[in-house]
């Protein structure tokens, strides 16, 4: 007979059952943490990857929070001091304006979508970074990877390349593995593609090392490596292990150290996405994903304007408007743009109305980003804002949902399971929904 027992009496007597069943376990060997790390590799979700419309990403994030304002989703018919120092211009779609300051992008616009209905409840740098690189909010129980890292564990390498690229350097401690082996984190290329001496660390053997000693060396070096591994089996180990056979792949394969050649381009395409750091940087980006790297992940500008925000937007934005535009235009007459998501994001919004100092200040409740290539809709708008730019008027998006739809466009389900420390299954993202209005 059944227990009668406040709650659920279902669950009661299932948990009385598992209880006795543990005790009885405990008598043929299995402990409890045993027992329960089985059952919880019992419920986790696995799903096979399937390949998506995407085979790579170029992640363009604008550190500081770019105002949505003054970029897409200009409010021309508000007061002045919410409708800022800029106008608005037409696009290439009818009835949609940008900011005035974006032309280039303006133009394309019927090649990409905008989607003005993101929001999320953190208004400092750290939390908003580590929302935007993570799709998770900030926990102080664990370290979340970012989306490049997971990318990197569920898909792998490439043609001898990092399947995760940071240019020029890590951008934030978000930009990690997380609790994923450090094997999945960042390759960053540690000097701005920007300079005119521009060189990717580590990448050439040293001067006194031919290819002779280099095979020599790696020879030694997986030997000794072999007698350790033995004597100690860890994750370090593998995951150094990993480095090294990454590392040896690389320098000893013309085709992948050639993807960083930024040389190679001609003047003339420099030229057109801008010699300055957004434009180079993107230009590498391409030169990345045409080589096979997976996750591109860049920064371009400093968008904190809490003063002055007219001299913010006019030194950063049109370097931007022009190097994103290029990009996008580079990627579709190379055939590759639909192959490839570019997905420019920030922090969160900017403050509706303009500070005493001319400037606008943390403003998560709505913002702005753009998705182009990929599977993504051409020419399409999704959600707005209201009327003064200071709260989701329709279609809101969450940063899970944004997550969860760049995972699906590269062929990666986003309830998926991986498992962390403690051996503790936890979804790569959780809560998500795949935006499906905004996909072709």
């Given at each position: 007979?059944?227990?009668?027992?406040?709650?659920?009496?279902?669950?009661?007597?299932?948990?009385?059952?598992?209880?006795?069943?543990?005790?009885?376990?405990?008598?043929?060997?299995?402990?409890?943490?045993?027992?329960?790390?089985?059952?919880?590799?019992?419920?986790?979700?696995?799903?096979?990857?399937?390949?998506?419309?995407?085979?790579?990403?170029?992640?363009?994030?604008?550190?500081?929070?770019?105002?949505?304002?003054?970029?897409?989703?200009?409010?021309?018919?508000?007061?002045?001091?919410?409708?800022?120092?800029?106008?608005?211009?037409?696009?290439?779609?009818?009835?949609?304006?940008?900011?005035?300051?974006?032309?280039?992008?303006?133009?394309?616009?019927?090649?990409?979508?905008?989607?003005?209905?993101?929001?999320?409840?953190?208004?400092?740098?750290?939390?908003?970074?580590?929302?935007?690189?993570?799709?998770?909010?900030?926990?102080?129980?664990?370290?979340y990877p970012s989306i490049g890292s997971v990318i990197?564990?569920e898909l792998g390498s490439q043609n001898n390349l990092?399947?995760?690229?940071?240019?020029?350097?890590?951008?934030?401690?978000?930009?990690?593995?997380?609790?994923?082996?450090?094997?999945?984190?960042?390759?960053?290329?540690?000097?701005?593609?920007?300079?005119?001496?521009?060189?990717?660390?580590?990448?050439?053997?040293?001067?006194?090392?031919?290819?002779?000693?280099?095979?020599?060396?790696?020879?030694?070096?997986?030997?000794?490596?072999?007698?350790?591994?033995?004597?100690?089996?860890?994750?370090?180990?593998?995951?150094?292990?990993?480095?090294?056979?990454?590392?040896?792949?690389?320098?000893?394969?013309?085709?992948?150290?050639?993807?960083?050649?930024?040389?190679?381009?001609?003047?003339?395409?420099?030229?057109?996405?801008?010699?300055?750091?957004?434009?180079?940087?993107?230009?590498?980006?391409?030169?990345?994903?045409?080589?096979?790297?997976?996750?591109?992940?860049?920064?371009?500008?400093?968008?904190?304007?809490?003063?002055?925000?007219?001299?913010?937007?006019?030194?950063?934005?049109?370097?931007?408007?022009?190097?994103?535009?290029?990009?996008?235009?580079?990627?579709?007459?190379?055939?590759?743009?639909?192959?490839?998501?570019?997905?420019?994001?920030?922090?969160?919004?900017?403050?509706?109305?303009?500070?005493?100092?001319?400037?606008?200040?943390?403003?998560?409740?709505?913002?702005?980003?753009?998705?182009?290539?990929?599977?993504?809709?051409?020419?399409h708008v999704h959600g707005s804002s209201d009327a003064?730019?200071?709260?989701?008027?329709?279609?809101?998006?969450?940063?899970?949902?944004?997550?969860?739809?760049?995972?699906?466009?590269?062929?990666?389900?986003?309830?998926?399971?991986?498992?962390?420390?403690?051996?503790?299954?936890?979804?790569?993202?959780?809560?998500?929904?795949?935006?499906?209005?905004?996909?072709?």
């Amino acid at each position: 007979m059944k227990p009668t027992c406040p709650g659920n009496p279902l669950e009661r007597y299932s948990s009385r059952r598992e209880f006795l069943y543990v005790g009885l376990l405990g008598g043929l060997g299995m402990t409890l943490p045993g027992f329960l790390q089985q059952r919880a590799m019992g419920a986790q979700k696995f799903y096979e990857t399937k390949e998506g419309p995407a085979k790579g990403i170029i992640h363009i994030f604008l550190p500081g929070g770019m105002a949505h304002q003054e970029s897409f989703d200009p409010k021309p018919y508000a007061p002045s001091e919410y409708r800022g120092p800029f106008g608005a211009i037409d696009t290439a779609l009818p009835g949609v304006q940008f900011g005035e300051k974006i032309p280039e992008l303006a133009k394309l616009a019927d090649r990409f979508t905008v989607i003005r209905s993101m929001s999320h409840g953190e208004a400092a740098h750290e939390r908003g970074t580590h929302n935007m690189f993570t799709g998770y909010r900030p926990s102080p129980a664990l370290e979340y990877p970012s989306i490049g890292s997971v990318i990197s564990h569920e898909l792998g390498s490439q043609n001898n390349l990092p399947p995760y690229v940071c240019v020029p350097n890590v951008p934030n401690e978000f930009a990690n593995s997380g609790y994923l082996s450090s094997a999945y984190g960042p390759f960053a290329l540690g000097s701005d593609p920007a300079q005119g001496n521009f060189k990717v660390r580590d990448l050439n053997l040293p001067g006194d090392v031919d290819e002779k000693r280099f095979n020599r060396r790696r020879s030694l070096l997986e030997t000794v490596d072999s007698h350790f591994r033995e004597l100690e089996k860890s994750d370090a180990l593998d995951s150094m292990d990993a480095f090294y056979q990454h590392a040896y792949k690389l320098i000893s394969s013309q085709k992948a150290r050639e993807a960083f050649n930024l040389g190679a381009e001609p003047d003339e395409l420099k030229d057109r996405y801008g010699r300055n750091q957004a434009g180079q940087r993107m230009l590498l980006a391409r030169r990345l994903i045409e080589g096979g790297v997976r996750f591109v992940s860049l920064t371009a500008g400093g968008w904190d304007h809490h003063d002055n925000i007219r001299n913010g937007i006019q030194q950063n934005l049109p370097s931007v408007d022009k190097a994103v535009a290029a990009l996008i235009t580079d990627l579709e007459e190379r055939g590759m743009l639909e192959e490839t998501l570019v997905c420019v994001t920030t922090e969160f919004g900017r403050t509706p109305k303009l500070n005493p100092t001319g400037g606008r200040d943390h403003w998560p409740r709505v913002f702005s980003v753009m998705l182009a290539g990929g599977g993504v809709k051409r020419g399409h708008v999704h959600g707005s804002s209201d009327a003064l730019g200071g709260e989701v008027d329709t279609d809101g998006v969450t940063v899970q949902d944004l997550a969860t739809t760049i995972y699906h466009q590269i062929g990666i389900t986003g309830d998926k399971e991986l498992m962390a420390p403690g051996n503790r299954p936890i979804e790569i993202v959780d809560g998500g929904t795949v935006l499906d209005s905004i996909l072709a």
